[in-house]
């Protein structure tokens, strides 16, 4: 019975984290495809890092805040939490 119940669950990743501070965010480099990052002041603070595109060349860089409903743990979008004009 051990068995199945380990299949049935996604393996975790590992999660970055790191201190949002202005010059740790703008020190981020382009990525390649989209990254998550957390908050290690606030843990329920994230980041989603897009890849460059034509309007955003480093990225963009958006805010979410991470809430746990019902035992589910979704990613909600905070409006207007585009980084750096938040």
Same mark, same amino acid.
């Given at each position: 019975? *051990?068995?199945?119940? !380990?299949? /049935?669950? *996604?393996?975790?990743?590992? %999660?970055? !984290?790191? &201190?949002? /501070?202005?010059?740790? +965010? $703008?020190?981020?480099?382009?990525?390649?495809?989209?990254? =998550?990052? =957390? $908050?290690? %002041?606030?843990? %329920? +603070?994230?980041?989603?890092?897009?890849?460059? !595109?034509?309007? =955003?060349?480093?990225?963009?860089?958006?805010?979410?805040?991470?809430?746990? &409903?019902?035992?589910?743990?979704? &990613? @909600?979008?905070?409006?207007?939490? @585009?980084?750096?004009?938040?």
């Amino acid at each position: 019975m *051990a068995d199945t119940d !380990s299949t /049935t669950r *996604a393996p975790q990743r590992k %999660k970055k !984290s790191f &201190r949002f /501070t202005q010059q740790s +965010l $703008d020190a981020l480099p382009a990525p390649r495809k989209r990254n =998550y990052f =957390y $908050d290690t %002041k606030e843990p %329920k +603070l994230g980041l989603t890092h897009m890849p460059p !595109s034509k309007n =955003y060349p480093n990225g963009k860089k958006t805010f979410f805040a991470r809430v746990t &409903r019902h035992g589910r743990t979704k &990613r @909600i979008t905070i409006q207007d939490g @585009i980084y750096p004009d938040m």
